[in-house]
């Protein structure tokens, strides 16, 4: 089972990436599903080994590099990783998904 260090980004989010912290090391790609708060925001990189985004219910908003194409997710949708890392991932609503 795969492991991800993904990085939860606080708001405002146009803050430059290396100043964040709260790891959420040890969250488990595909055992469970994340539970995002409105306007909560992580990132994810190749370390994470994602190869998809699936929504279980509400609405995110989502950003792979190069940021040329932002996509919004809605309940029963899904991303498959294009290979852009890192990715970023917002919720605009209370919001599950879950990582493949």
């Known amino acids: 089972m795969a492991f991800c260090g993904m990085k939860t ?18 969250v488990a790609v595909g055992a469970k599903a994340m539970h995002l708060q409105p306007d909560q925001v992580i990132r994810l990189d190749r370390s994470c080994r994602v190869s998809g985004i699936a929504v279980e219910r509400g609405v995110v908003w989502v950003t792979d590099t190069p ?23 917002q919720a605009l609503s209370e919001s599950v998904i879950r990582l493949s």
């Open 9 to 26: 980004i606080p708001f405002p989010f146009w803050l430059p990436f290396p100043t964040l912290a709260n790891s959420l090391a040890g």
């Open 67 to 89: 940021a040329g194409r932002d996509l919004l997710l809605r309940q029963g949708e899904n991303l498959p990783a294009r290979g852009g890392w890192p990715v970023v991932v």
